[in-house]
Nanobody, 126 residues
Framework: QLVESGGGLAQAGGSLRLSCTAS????????MGWFRQGSGKERDFVGV????????YYADSVLGRFTISRDVAKNTVYLQMTSLKPEDTAVYYC?????????????????????WGQGTQVTVFS
């Protein structure tokens, strides 16, 4: 089970940190991904982290502004968002699946993830 938290309102240029806490299993050899879906839009890839070694891979739209990290002891993945823009407004989802290939870019597709959280709303105003 994945549970996101930390969404809310933020001013453009500001920051928010989302959390995704996992329960019920160990996530060794898993990839934990973040996706987002704006109103009336498809769900887009944001970034992914390898649970075992902490490697990350990001969408170009967030590269340099968003950072994914994990706390193994807390079974939690974080999405630190900085320099927020109104176009970052979306429902943010975390997802989990076995990492089947070394290249994290292979996980930049929502269809590669089987487990999903309920989502948390992020609204950025200018």
């Amino acid at each position: 089970q994945l549970v996101e938290s930390g969404g809310g309102l933020a001013q453009a240029g500001g920051s928010l940190r989302l959390s995704c806490t996992a329960s019920g299993r160990t996530f060794v050899n898993y990839a934990m991904g973040w996706f987002r879906q704006g109103s009336g839009k498809e769900r887009d890839f944001v970034g992914v982290i390898s649970w075992s070694d902490g490697r990350t891979y990001y969408a170009d739209s967030v590269l340099g502004r968003f950072t994914i990290s994990r706390d193994v002891a807390k079974n939690t993945v974080y999405l630190q968002m900085t320099s927020l823009k109104p176009e970052d407004t979306a429902v943010y989802y975390c997802a989990a699946n076995l990492l089947r290939h070394y290249q994290l870019a292979t996980m930049a597709d929502e269809n590669t993830f089987a487990s999903w959280g309920q989502g948390t709303q992020v609204t950025v105003f200018s």
